[in-house]
């Protein structure tokens, strides 16, 4: 099956994002063209799958900014509602996360990055998130959508590594250790 592999940038108080999906906090960081990771990760997998949410905040920033095929996850969208620019590269999928992990292995994908709040979650709680690089951004937002959310169960992690930018921003590598799949 499909792994599923998560790099993302949260404040230092858990958040991806403001109540209302603003990201202005996350824009406004200068970073001085720091190389975070993002262009080998996203060498390392075959396309994206993200949320509606996430979908509709990439498309306020104007150009198209990934390389790979894209699977927009939702129950309300459908192909019509993807820009006519973007259909070639943009699928939307009203699948749950197994279902869609095992659609894309039929398609040939090894490895897709999984993107957005709610997105991480689910695939977090069906097993199917293997590693997740988190990048700390040095600000305290006091509130927002939290990357995580309620848990059924512990989800136990392994650190991989932790690397530190100029900027202040820190970025930490964990293995998510599946219930089989567990290392003293």
């Known amino acids: 099956m499909t792994t599923g592999h998560v790099f993302i940038a949260i404040s230092l108080d858990g958040f991806i994002a403001r109540r209302d999906g603003n990201i ?4 406004k960081q200068q970073t001085s063209g720091e190389d975070h990771g993002y262009d080998a990760f996203m060498a390392s997998v075959d396309g ?21 095929p894209v699977v927009v996850m939702s129950g309300t969208l459908n192909d019509a509602d993807i820009p006519g620019d973007l259909r070639d590269k943009v699928q939307v999928s009203a699948l749950g996360p197994a279902e869609i992990m095992r659609e894309l292995a039929d398609k040939g ?7 957005g709040g709610r ?13 997740m690089t988190l990048t700390h951004i040095p600000v305290l937002i006091g509130e927002g959508l939290p990357l995580f959310g309620k848990l059924d169960r512990d989800i136990d992690l392994e650190h991989l590594e932790t690397r530190s930018f100029p900027s202040g921003l820190v970025s930490s ?12």
């Open 119 to 131: 997105v991480i979650q689910s695939f977090l709680q069906a097993g199917l998130i293997s590693d």
């Open 48 to 68: 994206i799958i993200m949320g509606r949410g996430t979908f509709e905040k990439v498309l306020t920033f104007g150009d198209w900014s990934y390389p790979k």
């Open 173 to 184: 590598t964990y293995r998510v250790r599946q219930a089989g799949n567990r290392t003293p």
């Open 109 to 115: 994908w090894a490895r897709a990055y999984v993107d």
């Open 24 to 27: 202005d906090w996350l824009m």
